[in-house]
């Protein structure tokens, strides 16, 4: 089985903090994706990546950067918090046309 | 843009009955749809991948259709169970690749024993 871990279930960060979510997938996959899922919004693509050091911005980019160095690694860099930033973020890696997800992180901005 | 719409925010009923979620959307012609399933606290899980040239298909209790002149998916499960209550998600792909899925807001099921 396919297996997308996310290094923390649950963060609770203050404004203007920088914010490290890390996403490791087992599986070599190429792309990789990073979503928040809000109330009523359903999931958002923040960016995603399709090889080492290759990114793209997703539908909501603003307020984040991405890291990719090795394959199996996919980092979410919220560069300074803010609290609209509060929300599930979601990982997921790609195979054959379907996305396998991490577990999510619930992210709070005080 | 793309919208999708589920049909409803939340949708109760009676165990042994079939539950029929409903995925609507706008100003695209996808080349597949997909549902998942997402439990409380996780992430979702790919349930069923339809074409769009196929009308219908199966898997166990699940069964998708997808019709492209109505824009339009249906997603049943027959005989429900309270073990299928969860958040089901449709995505649409509106590209030629994942980067483009898009995902509708999700519909919570709850099958009541």
């Known amino acids: 089985d396919v297996k997308v871990t996310q290094s923390s279930r649950y963060l609770v960060k203050r404004t203007g903090e920088k914010v490290f979510l890390e996403c490791v997938q087992d599986m070599d996959h190429e792309n990789m994706f990073w979503y928040r899922q809000d109330p009523g919004l359903g999931l958002r693509l923040i960016y995603f990546?399709?090889?080492?050091?290759?990114?793209e911005k997703g539908d909501i980019p603003e307020g984040y950067s991405v890291s990719r160095e090795k394959k199996e690694r996919f980092s979410l860099i919220l560069e300074s918090a803010s609290t609209n930033q509060t929300s599930m973020y979601l990982c997921?890696?790609?195979?054959?046309?379907?996305?396998?997800f991490g577990s999510g992180t619930q992210l709070s901005v005080l | 843009s793309q919208k999708i719409e589920q049909n409803s925010e939340a949708l109760n009923i009676q165990e042994g009955k079939t539950a029929t979620l409903t995925c609507n959307y706008t100003n695209y012609s996808p080349a597949y749809l997909q549902w998942y399933r997402q439990d409380p606290g996780r992430g979702p899980v790919f349930l069923l991948l339809?074409?769009?040239?196929?009308k219908e298909k199966r898997k166990e209790r699940l069964k998708v259709t997808f019709d492209t002149t109505l824009k339009q998916s249906l997603f049943h499960i027959t005989a429900s169970q309270p073990a299928d209550s969860a958040t089901y998600l449709c995505a649409l792909d509106i590209g030629g690749s994942a980067r483009q899925l898009t995902f509708g807001s999700g519909t919570q099921l709850t099958v009541l024993p």
């Open positions: 990546s399709y090889d080492v050091k290759m990114k």
């Open positions: 339809i074409r769009e040239n196929e």
């Open positions: 997921a890696s790609l195979y054959n046309e379907k996305l396998f």
